[in-house]
């Protein structure tokens, strides 16, 4: 390994770090410089130093509703997904008991694998179309279509303040299930079959089974999905932007900080103010990411 | 079948009265919950299927009901006016070649950083895993200077460039674990051999991370499939709508719907959006679940 | 900055993108470029000014024509408007082209220095007025309107338009654009639906309130509008009541972002009056919808009235039923109304010429030609749609909502007004969406209405940061 070491390193490095360095990290550097400046999309922008941070923080309500919002998001989110999706992987990799001392899955195993992965495979653009006819707020909407059959109020469900951010909620949740279906199958399936014989000859039930082996064994696994899903609910845009009313509403309960980027960009034309914002953003983001990736093993596999 | 009682565990022999119970017990429940979530997915596609034949009144008159007419010009209009086989296979070129591009540079990057200790090692990783945290939001202005600063704006080219930049910092994260983790012998027997580093790059380390490779390739199609920001900013002006990919096309349907009611075409455009990728998904899921296991597991 | 971009069906092209994903203004991204100082001033073709020829236009010169390809569509301009051009000036040869991405096709070329001459800068992707005037990209329209016109010599061309024309597109105090569609808004109806049911038209607030009840007792939802990418139509619909009790003031007061302009005691009693319209009338649903599936529910005639501008009978055309009859009628005024026949209408779709282009003065005589009897005749006739030329539509059979609209608009006078704020202050536009849900689906009273529009108001005023227009 020691011969031509240099060369290869450099051929084998350059054509990535070109690409990214010219197309990721050179605008993000042009983004940062924005944030301190009042560009207005034409005319080029003035030097404000902090002055956008400073009306960030002290004068913009709708900046930190959304920062709420994703206090919200960031239990939530990963919280319900993982708990539905634990639930069904453990339904899907043990749930059938033993057969012949190997654990097995329900029935249709196969076939719920398959589908629950479905939701993964649409586009966003998809998924919003698609929630718009089930939210719609009267009988012609699938789920109030069946509410009002049986004699009930149909639900707001986005125009309610109250429970908008929680249809949101849902939507991301019922996509993202699917995949940590599949990432804690996967886990469970590595888990050493004698492991769970044991339990078994020490008479556990199922449910004692699930927490006191396949939750402990799992664990790196729930952190790295912890990790994904808290980083996902630092976005959210596309979802709100399609489907909440009046883009964030009502009354701003289920804004975003992508959200209001996107506001501040493109309908008001204040880039340097929604590049702080993006800059804000970055922040909470690689804050989180670091934190997590500190708590969970995952770095030390790598470094 | 047997949980709770010893004897029974080793065989598959029918168990008692009680560790039935047990098991009817949790396994109804799991089953109905199984059930319910398999519905929740499947009966909005159902619907969708099915609007995709109704008319404007009845996509607004109750849900539940079946379309009065098979109106198969929905599909005629989704697919002609709507252009969605075109925006289709656009999406799939540019998908396959920004996909192949990435993997190979990625697993490139990721190899070098992960097996070979050099100056400057650690801040190049850094540099890649630091995007992971960067929301393409913030860059989605000076971006679009950038591709058109070096006339790539409006073109397959920069689109395709731009998504194996942004799919880099996973990427390389990703397989700089697992190249990491492949055993020392091989190479070093390779080495042995007098092969070159390209050599055991291609030859033998590339065949040895072959799962891993799945694995992340799944993720980027499924993460460049769904790009709708970028597309967006960057295939823009004379003659874009050409090239729009399948996102675009949609996004565009839908907005039209805004003011000029095609509900049935809409549906029927996102039908035959959603059809293929079930199809493409139910002959490789095998490989998809396989492959993601292999690789996120880890 | 444009005031005209919301006073036109693109405006719910706009939000209706809007509310789907990313689309709209990221043509605004190719704006970016337009540094401005450096192009260099193109030369610029002139010919001898006479009475056939009052703009001086030079004959052999080419003219660039770029169209928004939109509603309207391009043929009016193929078929009515560049013939006539072309009729005067033979040997002029006509460039002509269409896109539905103004922005996107033209920002580099104004960045460039190389623009076309006459652009119908309208859409989802427009370009922004504020920015392109101070950049000096538009030419001073003054001259144009100063000019005889082509139908009577001894007519300015200013003296053939609706009132409020030229001044709706007048940017610090000259005139830039020329808006050429004129709109009627009001509460729009089914006609046959009325006369079915033996309903007529409310003349005054209590007779609205009255027959509102009479049709909710039929079983139909009286009053209608969506909330989710609407709700702009609503506080048309509230400011109108605002300006009909205390006059046109009120809503020059907002405009000028004057101090306690909200809290004008004719904004809280509007805000008051249509508070109530939401909490007895309206169904909660159509908060969470859209125009059109509220416009599809007023085609199946389970909506009475909804609050649109004259468009809505060409946008709504494929979906409504044979004998609709699309009708609008002014919003009532209340008891003690200061203007009680007074009509919001106002001109939109804009259209300007290039002060940097090679050809300026062709694209003036061009708007010249588009305002004369036999080319605003020719757009009417193509796209069932009023314009600024006063009268040009006499003559013209027309269809049932736009000989509704143009006798309302006859009926008003010269009691007609707008605003500009919605296109000068998009946060204030913005903030008064959200409270017009909140206060017409009853999560705020008129005084919280009041209060939050005021705040939003202050807020902007105090701004620095924000280009002020006054009028």
């Not at chain 3, 401005?36 to 660039?64: C, I, T, Y």
């Not at chain 3, 085609?299 to 004998?323: D, I, M």
């Not at chain 3, 040009?392 to 608009?409: C, D, H, K, Q, Y």
Request: hydrophobic fraction near 45%; include cysteine; proline fraction near 4%.
């Amino acid at each position: 390994m020691r011969h031509g070491k240099y060369p290869f390193v450099i051929g084998f490095l350059a054509a990535p770090v070109t690409i990214y360095v010219v197309f990721v990290i050179a605008p993000y550097a042009q983004a940062f410089y924005m944030a301190l400046t009042n560009w207005r999309g034409l005319s080029p922008g003035k030097f404000v130093g902090l002055e956008n941070f400073q009306r960030l923080f002290t004068n913009d309500d709708a900046f930190w509703k959304a920062l709420q919002h994703h206090g919200i998001l960031l239990l939530a989110l990963p919280l319900i997904t993982i708990i539905i999706a634990l639930f069904l992987a453990f339904m899907l990799n043990v749930g059938g008991g033993s057969q012949k001392g190997i654990m097995t899955g329900v029935w249709g195993s196969k076939f719920y694998r398959v589908v629950f992965f479905l939701p993964q495979v649409l586009a966003v653009a998809i998924l919003g179309v698609l929630f718009q006819a089930i939210y719609r707020p009267d009988g012609s909407g699938m789920i109030n279509s069946l509410i009002t059959k049986a004699g009930l109020e149909p639900i707001g469900f986005l125009i309610e303040p109250k429970i908008a951010l929680w249809s949101i909620i849902a939507v991301l949740v019922w996509q993202a299930v699917g995949f940590y279906v599949v990432l804690f199958s996967a886990g469970m399936s590595n888990i050493p079959k004698d492991i769970y014989e044991a339990a078994m000859l020490d008479g556990a039930t199922r449910m004692s089974m699930f927490f006191r082996v396949t939750l402990p064994l799992l664990w790196d696994t729930l952190q790295v999905a912890w990790v994904y899903l808290g980083i996902a609910a630092f976005d959210a845009f596309a979802i709100v932007q399609t489907l909440s009313v009046d883009q964030g509403g009502p009354d701003g309960s289920t804004t975003v900080i992508g959200m209001e980027i996107y506001r501040n960009a493109f309908t008001y034309s204040k880039y340097g103010y929604a590049s702080a914002m993006g800059v804000a953003l970055f922040f909470l983001t690689i804050t989180f990411a670091a934190l997590s990736l500190r708590v969970s093993r995952r770095e030390s596999v790598e470094m | 079948m047997a949980i709770d009682t010893k004897p029974a565990s080793k065989s598959a022999a029918p168990s008692p009265e009680k560790t039935r119970r047990e098991v009817n017990i949790l396994a109804g429940f799991g089953h109905a919950f199984l059930a319910v979530w398999a519905l929740l997915i499947i009966a909005p596609l159902i619907w969708t299927f099915l609007a995709s034949f109704k008319s404007n009144e009845e996509i607004f008159g109750d849900a539940w009901t079946m379309p009065g007419a098979l109106r198969l010009d929905n599909w005629t209009r989704a697919w002609s006016e709507a252009h969605v086989g075109q925006y289709f296979l656009n999406s799939v070129f540019v998908v396959a070649l920004s996909t192949a591009g990435t993997m190979l540079l990625g697993a490139m990057a990721a190899y070098v950083l992960a097996r070979y200790s050099f100056w400057g090692n650690r801040i190049i990783y850094y540099l890649f895993v630091s995007g992971l945290a960067f929301p393409v939001f913030l860059a989605l202005v000076p971006l679009f200077f950038v591709v058109r600063n070096l006339g790539l704006l409006n073109s397959y080219l920069g689109l395709i460039l731009v998504y194996i930049a942004y799919s880099l910092p996973f990427t390389v994260f990703f397989l700089a674990a697992f190249f990491k983790s492949l055993p020392n012998s091989v190479a070093e027997a390779a080495t042995m051999d007098g092969a070159s580093h390209t050599r055991l790059f291609f030859q033998v380390m590339m065949p040895m991370a072959r799962s891993g490779l799945i694995s992340i390739t799944i993720f980027n199609v499924i993460g460049q499939w769904n790009q709708y920001l970028l597309p967006l900013a960057l295939l823009q002006g004379e003659g874009a709508e050409d090239k729009w990919v399948l996102t675009q096309g949609i996004a565009n349907i839908s907005t039209s719907a805004g003011f000029d009611a095609d509900w049935g075409g809409l549906f029927a455009a996102l039908t035959m959006a959603i059809l293929p990728m079930i199809v493409i998904y139910a002959i490789f899921q095998r490989q998809i679940q396989s492959g993601l296991t292999s690789g996120a597991v880890k | 900055m444009s005031d005209n971009d919301l006073t036109r069906r693109t405006l719910l092209r706009r939000t209706a993108a809007a509310g789907l994903l990313a689309t709209p203004a990221m043509g605004l991204l190719s704006a970016c470029v337009t540094g401005g100082g450096e192009d260099e001033p193109a030369d610029q073709a002139e010919g001898e000014k006479s009475a056939e020829n009052p703009l001086g236009v030079d004959g052999k010169a080419p003219l660039e024509i770029v169209i928004f390809n939109g509603g309207y569509g391009e043929k009016y301009a193929t078929d009515v408007h560049e013939p006539l051009y072309k009729a005067k000036f033979p040997e002029a040869q006509i460039k002509h082209s269409a896109t539905q991405e103004i922005a996107t096709t033209l920002q580099p070329r104004f960045a460039g220095g190389t623009p076309p001459d006459f652009v119908n800068n309208s859409g989802t992707k427009f370009m922004d007025f504020g920015t392109l005037i101070q950049d000096g990209q538009l030419q001073d329209l003054t001259e144009l309107f100063a000019a005889p016109s082509v139908d009577d010599p001894a007519k300015k061309v200013s003296d053939t338009l609706v009132a409020g024309t030229i001044e709706s597109g007048t940017y610090n105090g000259k005139p830039y654009v020329l808006n050429y569609v004129f709109t009627v808004y009001g509460l729009w109806y089914s006609e046959k639906l009325f006369k079915d049911k033996g309903w007529t038209v409310p003349a005054t607030w209590a007779d609205f309130t009255k027959l509102l009840d009479t049709i909710k007792a039929a079983g139909i939802t009286p009053y209608a509008y969506a909330g989710k990418n609407a709700p702009y139509y609503q506080y048309l619909a509230i400011l109108t009541s605002a300006a009909k009790l205390g006059g046109p003031d009120v809503l020059k007061n907002i405009d000028n972002l004057a101090d306690g302009a909200w809290k004008a005691a004719a904004v809280k009693t509007a805000a008051t009056q249509w508070a109530e319209i939401g909490a007895k009338y309206m169904d909660k649903s159509d908060e969470g919808l859209i125009h059109t599936e509220v416009q599809l529910k007023q085609n199946q005639g389970k909506v009475a009235f909804y609050p649109s501008g004259s468009w809505l009978e060409a946008e709504q055309a494929a979906s409504t039923p044979e004998g609709f009859n699309y009708a609008v009628t002014p919003i009532p005024a209340a008891d003690g109304a200061t203007l009680a026949t007074g009509l919001f209408a106002t001109a939109g779709e804009p259209y300007f010429v290039s002060a940097k282009g090679t050809n300026p003065r062709g694209g003036m005589e061009y708007a010249r030609q588009m305002l004369s009897k036999a080319g605003a005749k020719g757009f009417t006739e193509l796209n069932k749609s009023l314009t600024s030329v006063a009268g040009a539509e006499e003559g013209i059979t027309l269809s049932p909502g736009l000989t509704s609209a143009s006798t309302v608009l006859k009926a008003a006078g010269t009691g007609i007004f707008s605003y500009r704020f919605d296109g000068w202050y998009k946060e204030l536009d913005t903030e008064l969406r959200t409270a017009t849900n909140a206060l017409m689906f009853g999560r705020e009273t008129a005084d919280q209405f009041c209060e939050r529009m005021q705040k939003k108001a202050d807020a902007i005023k105090a701004d620095s940061s924000i280009t002020k227009f006054t009028r």
